[in-house]
């Protein structure tokens, strides 16, 4: 088992435990006793406010959204990470991270800037006297849209690493026998000047 890992680079060693800790994520947030219970803690909340009922009816309808979007995005992070193992481990079939890359864009970036308007919106209309909360929440939420666009980084660069070698290895097949034998005698002239 140790041998299997010192075999493995770290650059494929590092986006291998960052999928399967996203697997166990989504996994671990496929509860719907928990969903129902936030949604349930949404109500409670946006009432406590004691703002009147169309507006808590608007937040509670957006935020509950959020949650509901969110857990749907759950199973199909959970399913295209779940496939992303295939091209982490072979070096082929780059597309097969585009899903990964996509559900992580939207769940990770797009969904907490959306977050983080809420949180504003929150602030302005139900919650005015929280100011302090908020700031710790744009600080959370930074840090949180900070380390997904790293983690998409670190995805998107092996996509391109995987599509550049699938490229690279089209543009050798094409090439016929004696073309392959003419680059190597040019590549030794001009080594040799």
């Known amino acids: 088992m140790e041998g299997m890992f010192n075999e493995l680079p770290h650059t494929k060693l590092k986006l291998l435990f960052i999928n399967i ?5 989504s996994a671990t947030y496929l509860n719907v006793y928990r969903l129902y219970a936030d949604l349930r803690n949404v109500k409670v909340g946006v009432d406590g406010s004691g703002e009147e009922i169309w507006i808590r009816e608007i937040f509670t309808f957006l935020i509950s959204g959020l949650i509901v979007v969110r857990f749907s995005l759950c199973f199909v992070g959970l399913a295209s990470n779940i496939v992303a193992i295939y091209p982490i481990l072979t070096n082929s079939q780059a597309e097969m991270l585009m899903p990964t890359i996509i559900v992580q864009a939207i769940d990770n970036v797009i969904l907490n800037l959306y977050e983080i308007i809420l949180g504003y919106g929150s602030l302005c209309y139900l919650y ?7 700031i710790f929440f744009i600080v959370k939420m ?3 849209i900070a380390c997904s666009i790293s983690v ?12 550049t070698l699938v490229s690279f290895k089209e543009d050798l097949n094409s090439l016929g026998p004696d073309s392959v034998d003419e680059i190597e005698l040019a590549n030794q002239n001009f080594d040799a000047t």
Not at 21 to 25: G, Q, S
């Open 142 to 144: 930074g840090i949180k």
């Open 128 to 134: 005015p006297e929280s100011t302090a909360v908020f």
């Open 21 to 25: 800790f996203a697997i166990l994520h």
């Open 152 to 163: 998409l980084n670190i995805y998107s660069d092996h996509h391109t690493h995987l599509a």
